[in-house]
């Protein structure tokens, strides 16, 4: 092994999502003088991010008070909400849409483009940004304090057998090191365990959600509409439910989402998508 290249910041954050793209942007606007850099492990700005998704808009206008001006390239203002139950064949539409379902205000975007938008101006405020870089492991100084993350080799055969293209991963130290991964990030999870930082929290949930994107005929998009359902296809002890958020330029994403405790062993969440795909009110 030959010794590893170091690059050195002040903050290094993992995962230009949302969180991390966000926080970068902050920092600099408070503290301009540190050096920040975020690296992802996709090889561009967003290919990893793939949801919906109906955001509230108060972060952005604490983050970035002039976004409206040049806005994300999809966003589509919320202008309408259904909240439905389904039963096998019908359902009914909730006369009052929950508060927490309530998109008054709201925007439809896409997740991927909102970051692949955001990453310019982060690099605009001295961010720098490295998409293709994935993080393999923290790094811990001489009292055991995380200090930086190693990135991935590349060009490593599946029995570990270097290939032709082989590359190092390189070292990058900062004095903090902040972790943006997602849910079930590998680097936090080893973080979570080793410093026992879930100590005073509640289990951890998790479901799947699944979502495709379509390009419907001409006249069946209402763009700014919501619809939520749950219900039908998931009995009654299996949390479930559907999102469809309606684009502009005829396009629709929908996805279903599945809590992963269901107890019935014949749940599929795929197959539960395909279902709700077929009811006659979707
Ligand atoms: C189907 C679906 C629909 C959703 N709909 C909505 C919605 O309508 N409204 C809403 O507000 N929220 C919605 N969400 C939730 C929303 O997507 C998340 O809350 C949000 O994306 C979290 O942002 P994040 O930056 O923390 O993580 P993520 O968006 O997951 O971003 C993490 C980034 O880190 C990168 N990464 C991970 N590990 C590494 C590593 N080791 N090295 C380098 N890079 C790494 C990933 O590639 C990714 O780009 C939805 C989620 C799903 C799955």
């Known amino acids: 092994m030959s010794e590893r290249d170091v690059m050195e910041y002040d903050v290094v954050t993992v995962g230009a999502g949302p969180a991390g793209l966000a926080f970068a942007i902050r920092l600099k606007q408070l503290k301009p003088e540190l050096s920040v850099c975020v690296i992802e492990k996709a090889s561009t700005i967003g290919a990893h991010i793939l949801s919906g998704a109906v955001i509230e808009t108060g972060p952005l206008d604490e983050l970035l008070p002039g976004w409206r001006k040049s806005p994300p390239p999809i966003c589509v203002s919320a202008n309408q909400d259904e909240f439905w139950f389904l039963s096998k064949t019908g359902g009914f539409k909730f006369p009052v849409v929950p508060p927490q379902m309530n998109n ?50 590349m060009g490593v055969a599946k029995d570990g057998s270097h290939k032709p293209g082989y590359t ?115």
């Open 168 to 282: 190092q991963g390189i070292d990058i130290k900062a004095k903090i090191t902040v972790l943006g991964e997602g849910a079930r990030g590998h680097l936090s999870k080893d973080l979570v365990r080793k410093y026992d930082l879930d100590r005073d929290s509640d289990p951890q949930s998790y479901s799947i959600g699944i979502k495709e994107l379509w390009q419907v005929r001409a006249g069946v998009c209402e763009p700014g509409k919501i619809v939520h359902t749950m219900g039908w296809p998931a009995d009654p002890k299996t949390y479930g439910g559907s999102f469809l958020y309606h684009l502009d330029k005829d396009r629709i994403a929908l996805g279903y989402v599945s809590g992963l405790d269901y107890q019935d062993p014949n749940y599929q969440p795929y197959e539960a998508f395909q279902q709700w795909k077929n009811h006659p009110g979707v």
């Open 104 to 153: 008054h205000g709201n925007v439809i975007v896409s997740l991927g483009a909102l970051c692949a938008w955001l990453a310019p101006q982060a690099e605009a405020l001295g961010v720098e940004i490295y998409p293709g870089f994935a993080a393999a492991a923290p790094l811990f100084d001489e009292h055991h304090a995380v200090c930086g993350v190693r990135i991935g080799d």
